[in-house]
């Protein structure tokens, strides 16, 4: 574990983890942004195959079921969604697809109909994207290709300093500043530090994203050790050895002792996630 877990990259990592998660100094109130960002990131192959579609396929029919796809976004968005996205969906596509005259139209509807389900299930997060991305008319998703690039270059570079990400962020500011007002990032939040930030993070987690989930798992551990433990600590305060004739197992180190008390400041990561 210390090879992994010991690893300035990696301790680093947490701590921007926790400055998240607690809303510590310039870190306060970009949790959410950073997250939407890493969705974005995550399901930009969705979005492009939804543009790709939107452009290409251009009927009658086929625009009024984008148009009907925004307003289920739109009902989501705002919480007035009482059926099953899913069912919804696929009963909008299919009597559109009535409406077409071409195979190749009905399949481009219904792919066009997979990839939002697929988002629905996976990528919650994204689905929300993608109606904030349409509501506000920025229908360019090639910008989502450039940050994952910038993410790309530093996940192969050394992430402790962050002042080679901000050189990148200041060159390519433009692109950042249209996704500001979509991902939550407005006022004096919306300035280049903040972004830096933002990738700073996508870009640790990227590189280090299989010790993260093993130290995860390790704290899941941890969290359910620690109820014996307490209970066992307890015992041990009642009846000291100084006054009961105990049995020598009974006064043994207490086995995970060591670890638990090593990764314990770490277990709140558990209930911010």
Partial sequence: ???????????????I?????QGLGEYKGIKDSSEMVRAALEAQESFLKVEE????????SQQQFYDKIF??????????MTEDFHETVQNLTESTAQKLKTEEGVQAIRSYAMTL?????????ALRLLYLFKRYELADFSILKKISEIVSFFTKEELHSSKQILIQIKLNYAIFEKLGEIIGITGKK?????????????????KHQDSYFQFKRLLSYL?????????LA??????PAKVYNLPKTFRQPIPGLAMYEKYQSSLSLLDAE
Avoid: C, V
Avoid at 117 to 125: I, P
Avoid at 223 to 231: L, M, R, S, V
């Fill in 1 to 15: 574990y210390d090879d992994k877990f010991g690893h300035p990259e990696f301790i680093l990592l947490l701590k």
């Fill in 17 to 21: 983890k926790a400055a998240f998660n």
């Fill in 53 to 60: 579609t939107e452009f290409q396929y251009r009927s009658y």
């Fill in 71 to 80: 307003e289920l976004l739109e009902d989501l968005e705002n919480d007035r």
């Fill in 117 to 125: 389900q697929n988002l629905s299930a996976e990528h919650r997060l």
């Fill in 190 to 206: 919306n300035n280049p530090d903040t972004y830096t930030k933002i990738i700073q993070h996508i870009a640790l987690m990227e």
């Fill in 223 to 231: 969290k359910e050790w620690k109820e014996p433990y307490e209970n």
């Fill in 234 to 239: 307890t015992l041990r305060e009642e009846y």
